[in-house]
DNA sequence: TTTCGTGCAAATATTTTGCACAGAA
DNA sequence: TTCTGTGCAAAATATTTGCACGAAA
């Protein structure tokens, strides 16, 4: 699954090349692969599973390469770098601006979630201390409506959420 | 050592013997010291910074044991276990119950926010998109009063946040 | 041509684990 | 006594880096 099976959403998807370029990185054939796969899955992904899946269709894309270019690119604010528990860093393709994610716990899957509006709330609760400035940042997850369907348990329900 | 200046609020502290004997966990000297310091230190601190910081006083204690405690106390709901960017896993004596946090991005002062009214917002955002079972997270951020005071500068203010 | 990216393997950093012994219940 | 916790060092993971070479600008 090098990614054509994608091909009716990829066919309109953001372009790898064009991302790079508008953020000044040099243009290579190993980041068009990674970007490429981040853009094509929504999804987050560990540096050691995106190179896993890439490898058998890449045979000489290195591990390295593929930390390297997942920082660049996290550092350039093309992807979110993610410290889930449990995992190592995880990285996501992202649309620029401020919005939140909702993912599903069982399988992952993510929605972006726009208008966010708790800019309004986050001012009054930090006026409420004394803070100033407030940033807020948040995660919502949640057992999405396939999952269910397929009766999945969930196996963090008993998570210590903040 | 560093800590002792906190002597007043250390003093009607809670008993870290209390708290092991409460969640069922076994007392002995090195969960009392671990919790100890976490409990007298509010700010968020690795295994290894707390390990560094305790081995003077208490030589025969293994890094090992740290990490055990620190983990046992975070699965027992104890503390905190926060995955800061670029930092190893971070832990934070906390309240417990459902509440979330405002941190200052300058001092690192920490206010626990009780009364969380978002579970109703999570539930409809989450069912919005067929989620079930929503959990949220959030950490709020700001530059507290003091600060302010202080003109301090915030470091943060272009980070992107979700 | 100059500069930067890449693969490989070795180096680091971080956290976990096996084992024999000590200490709590 | 019995069972669990602990220290130590080694192991397992995760991520970064040095270096010579190849590719982009």
């Known amino acids: 699954m090098t990614g054509s099976g994608d091909s009716q959403a990829a066919a309109r998807a953001i372009d790898a090349t064009e991302v790079l370029v508008s953020r ?18 929504r999804d987050d992904t560990t540096a050691q ?3 896993e899946r890439l490898r058998p269709a890449h045979p000489q894309l290195g591990m390295a390469t593929v930390y390297r270019t997942l920082n660049a ?15 190592s860093t995880c990285y ?8 939140h994610h909702l993912t599903c716990r069982s399988c992952h899957a993510v929605v ?5 509006d708790l800019a309004t709330w986050a001012q009054h609760v930090a006026a409420a201390h004394g803070f100033s400035a407030p940033q807020h940042a948040v995660e919502l997850s949640g057992i999405c409506a396939d999952c269910r369907a ?5 196996a963090s329900a008993h998570a210590h959420t903040h």
């Open 49 to 51: 599973a995106l190179h």
């Open 112 to 116: 972006e979630l726009r208008d966010c």
């Open 150 to 154: 397929r009766g999945v348990e969930d």
């Open 92 to 99: 996501r393709y992202c649309a620029p601006g401020h919005h």
């Open 73 to 87: 690119l996290a550092d350039a604010g093309v992807l979110d770098r993610l410290h889930h528990e449990g995992t």
């Open 24 to 41: 000044g990185l040099r243009v290579t054939a190993q980041r068009i692969t990674v970007l490429d796969a981040m853009i094509a899955e």
